[in-house]
């Protein structure tokens, strides 16, 4: 959600937090600041809208120079988009600057206290009332780090927290718990930003924080304490990808270069799987082999993209192991009062791996003494670490806020997690997991052979440009599918879009069939499965008969669709569990193209973050 930055060292701060908040931008955001302390003083500037709103601001108020500085992207929650509620946010006298993600539950009892001391608070936000706090704290101790303690042992909710203080220039604090915070270690500098990507240009060194932590920077290193103030243990590892590959690398679009690059990530998750014995391995699992053969169910938790990835995996993991299955919303999860033990194995799905309700939805499940496997993009991230097993996906950085690789990857994950299944629990033997992992290696080339073929379906896209609807049919895992192709357009085209199990068209939805309303059919393989082949093509025919535009995706080979296909988009003929591969990825490239005809910003779509780090 929200982007931040922090920064010590020996350059120009401004430079390096203006640098870090642009490789942000993608987490979506509608306002900026920054803030820095030099000559004795607290300089901050901060505007609402797209970052070229601060930096004209910049330029025609520049703040002094300093080699010290934070600043912040916001996503507004408490507190409309303005430049009053943007952040950074000062204290009555303007020594100290704090930045914020996430939510202060008990802001407005603070508040309370806070105003009946003479405190007045400017903004409408629950993080102004941090800044206060500290300048308060900062009185009595003289020291930032300790006045961060003592006030993070006052919040509620969930939060990071980045402050900087005119009496202590050359120092920056963070505070940390259930929302994301990296730490950059470079020579003689260090930083702080919620995503990696903010200082990739400077160094691939950094260090994971752990839930209820502050972190100090200055000049000399880095120092972790929890909230007590006993130091912590950190974790230190490698970032392995560089800054070229979170630039466009010639696309127009984030987006554009994300979905061309999927190929090479389907193969980079597959790689290595394969250990020495010709067994499938996972990154890494704590959780015993005789404990995975007792689970008795498989429950997946995960919101937007992800869930449909585990609409997916559901029919995987139950065709390969036996094993019954439930697919959650992580918003939801919760709420409901599951029913789990300790022989419920939970795979929480989650790019970013700081998704807050699927965070949450891992903590209650653990609570309730279920294992934890995680499928996850972010080495180092919270979901990963609280888990009892991991599967990393390589999609490397994806910027666009609308998955496309990530998804892909993700379905790879769930496949190799059902295929590890049955490995261990004796449903699938040696030779019947390799055929699988040799399938899903080839798919990644015939993915490359789908993307060479898009440009009629980039002219289709165009084309309906002025409709209002579209909707999405699909019959087993063409079903998922049929949610992720309208999820895109409502993302990006501000569409309304929906998707539809085809069998249920009778029990209502064929009611909303008008002329010339398009429709998009996700066809299954007319081989091995036929009978739900011929049910989705009278599916199709009673469409197209109440005057639907049919766009019908159709493996080749199938010439049963052919008299009633408007449009005929043909995809390599799959295995039908894997046909989501595949079958995907003309819908990204129809939503892209569509969003693009109707003037929309792609990458940063309206309302929209990147990562959802608040409930």
């Given amino acids: 959600m929200c982007g931040i930055v922090g920064y010590v060292g020996s350059q120009s701060a401004l430079d390096v937090v203006l640098a870090g908040l642009k490789r942000l931008e993608y987490r979506g955001y509608d306002s900026a600041g920054v803030a820095v302390p030099a000559d004795g003083s607290l300089a901050a500037a901060k505007k609402a809208g797209k970052l070229i709103n601060l930096e004209k601001e910049l330029l025609e108020r520049p703040l002094p120079s300093g080699t010290t ?3 912040h992207t916001r996503w507004a929650t408490h507190g409309g988009p303005t430049d009053v509620n943007a952040h950074p946010h000062l204290d009555q006298a303007g020594r100290v600057a704090v930045v914020h993600n996430g939510i202060i539950e008990n802001f407005a009892e603070l508040r309370s206290e806070l105003a009946d001391r003479g405190h007045h608070l400017a903004s409408e936000t629950d993080t102004e009332v941090v800044s206060h706090l500290l300048a308060e704290e900062f009185s009595g101790c003289a020291d930032l780090a300790e006045a961060m303690r003592l006030v993070c042992r006052r919040l509620e909710g969930a939060f990071t927290l980045v402050a900087v203080h005119a009496d202590e220039p050359d120092v920056v604090v963070g505070a940390r718990r259930n929302s994301p915070l990296v730490v950059g270690v470079g020579e003689g500098e260090s930083f702080l930003a919620s995503d990696v990507a903010a200082f990739i240009a400077h160094t691939r060194t950094a260090l994971e924080l752990g839930q209820d932590q502050v972190v100090e920077l200055r000049p000399g290193g880095v120092t972790v304490t929890d909230f007590d103030g006993r130091p912590a243990d950190v974790v230190t590892y490698h970032v392995d990808w560089d800054v070229s590959a979170a630039e466009k690398g010639g696309y127009d679009y984030f987006m554009l270069k994300e979905i061309a690059e999927q190929p090479k990530a389907v193969a980079d998750t597959l790689l290595g799987r394969i250990d020495r014995s010709g067994s499938l391995s996972l990154d890494e699992v704590r959780i015993p082999a005789a404990e995975l053969r007792e689970a008795d ?31 959650e919303l992580a918003s939801e999860f919760r709420y409901r009062d599951p029913i789990l033990d300790p022989r419920t194995l939970v795979v929480a799905i989650s790019q970013s791996g700081e998704t807050m309700d699927t965070l949450m939805a891992l903590r209650h499940a653990r609570e309730q003494g279920a294992k934890v496997l995680a499928i996850c993009n972010t080495n180092g991230s919270t979901i990963p670490r609280e888990s009892d097993a991991v599967l990393y996906t390589h999609a490397g950085p994806e910027i666009a806020v609308a998955s496309t690789k990530a998804f892909l990857t993700q379905l790879v994950a769930c496949y190799l997690v059902a295929l590890y299944l049955g490995q261990v629990r004796g449903t699938k033997w040696g030779d019947e997991i390799s055929a699988v992992i040799r399938e899903l290696s080839d798919i990644a080339r015939e993915v490359d052979r789908v993307l060479g073929t898009m440009e009629p379906v980039r002219e289709l896209a165009r084309s309906l440009a002025d409709k209002n609807t579209v909707l999405f049919l699909g019959r087993h895992v063409g ?40 429709v998009v059919v996700v066809v299954p393989s007319p081989r091995g499965r036929s009978v739900l082949h011929d049910k989705i093509v009278s599916n199709i025919q009673e469409i197209r008969a109440r005057g639907a535009r049919t766009i019908v995706i159709a493996e080749e080979g199938d010439e049963a669709v052919v008299p009633y296909a408007d449009h005929l988009i043909r995809i390599p003929a799959t295995p039908t569990l894997l046909q989501p591969l595949v079958s995907t990825v003309p819908l990204q490239v129809f939503a892209c193209e569509l969003a693009t005809a109707r003037g929309n910003e792609v990458d940063q779509p309206r309302n929209l973050a990147k990562s959802v780090t608040v409930e």
């Fill in 297 to 327: 169910k498989v429950v997946i938790v995960a919101c937007g993209t992800a869930f449909h990835a585990g609409l997916i995996a559901k029919y995987a993991i139950e065709h390969w192991t036996r094993m019954p299955c439930e697919v």
């Fill in 69 to 71: 500085g934070i600043g």
């Fill in 479 to 518: 079903y998922p599918v049929a949610l992720e192709g309208a999820l895109k357009l409502k993302e990006l085209a501000y569409m309304h879009a929906e998707g539809f199990a085809a069998g249920e068209l009778k029990h209502g939805p064929i009611a909303l069939i008008e002329e010339d309303l398009p």
